[in-house]
């Protein structure tokens, strides 16, 4: 399957910015491009999109992104097999997001965007919030998710549209930023979309994570999904560009299972294979194991009063 990118290159889709240097060059086998390929936490597969670095806001992106027809057709018709680790992601998720959700005052909507099976919902509903709803493209995952959390996702890609019914207080988007054509676009939306105060909650990679730095382009993040990467300073910059304020940016670990640590090092597949093996045998695959991997969580709340 090809990729049908834009043909025309786009500038900084965070700052505009026209200046980028080198980052990768492509990287793409069309006859590996299947459904896994824009399904989550899949077997790395180290293909690449051509990449360049902004020189004003760090963001390392995509100048020829795939199209939105072909990305909406892909993430669609994604495969998805990933619910233990998704649930592992959405446990590790709420327990960063928790002092934040309890300093927060409104309880109204909240939102989930690129939910999957919706691990995230029964969580946000726990917490007060009234409706959940999860946003999800993959027809297959949401086909997964128990029936009382199908009712409550929405199939499709993101946009003010499919929420207009919605006033939200708080809105998440954990790891998807780095997969939407336009994120200064996404970013303006959930801004318009919450209500004064409400808060959006952003998990995105860190390129500039010594991790990611060291492994370079064998990092699990060199991905033909990601049509842009993050490090703290572009996030930043894109936050406050629409207006949102209180903005904190940390790191955070991950909790998963062993098994699937494993699946994502960078070495061979007969190596990985026999590992796998083995941690089956010394029955360690589904310990669950806690790491900084260089993921970013980024926190950023519409004031009170909007600014002129
Ligand atoms: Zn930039």
């Not at 917490?127 to 297959?140: A, D, K, L, Q």
């Not at 909790?255 to 994502?264: A, E, K, N, S, V």
Request: hydrophobic residues 40%.
């Amino acid at each position: 399957m090809a990729i049908n990118t834009l043909n025309s290159e786009r500038f900084c889709p965070v700052c505009d910015n026209q200046s980028q240097i080198h980052f990768a060059d492509e990287r793409i086998d069309s006859a590996k491009i299947n459904n896994f390929t824009y399904a989550s936490r899949k077997q790395p597969e180290f293909m690449c999109l051509r990449l360049v670095r902004c020189t004003d806001c760090d963001l390392v992106y995509a100048p020829t992104p795939p199209t939105h027809d072909f990305l909406l057709n892909a993430y669609s018709e994604a495969a998805y097999d990933s619910a233990p680790e998704a649930q592992a992601a959405a446990d590790s998720y709420a327990k960063v997001l928790k002092p934040y959700v309890n300093r927060l005052k409104g309880r109204n909507a909240a939102v989930d965007v690129g939910a999957g099976s919706g691990p995230l919902l029964p969580w946000l509903c726990e917490c007060g919030f009234n409706p959940v709803v999860g946003i999800e493209p993959s027809r297959e995952a949401i086909q997964t998710a128990p029936e009382a959390i199908q009712a409550m996702l929405r199939e499709g890609l993101f946009s003010e549209k499919l929420l207009a019914d919605l006033n939200p207080s708080l809105i998440c988007s954990f790891m998807t930023l780095e997969h939407v054509a336009n994120p200064s676009e996404f970013v303006q939306q959930a801004y318009r979309l919450l209500e004064p105060g409400g808060m959006l909650a952003v998990v995105v990679h860190n390129w500039q994570a010594p991790l990611n730095r060291i492994l370079g382009l064998r990092s699990p993040i060199i991905d033909v999904e990601h049509l842009q990467l993050f490090n703290p300073l572009s996030m930043s910059t894109l936050l406050k560009k629409v207006g949102f304020e209180s903005i904190e940016i940390r790191p955070i670990a991950n909790r998963y299972p062993l098994r699937y640590w494993l699946r994502l090092m960078p070495l061979p597949t007969g190596l990985k294979a026999r590992l796998s093996s083995i941690l089956e045998f010394l029955h360690l695959s589904n310990k669950q194991i806690s790491l900084r991997v260089g993921n970013l969580l980024a926190i950023a709340i519409k004031p009170l009063e909007k600014p002129q």
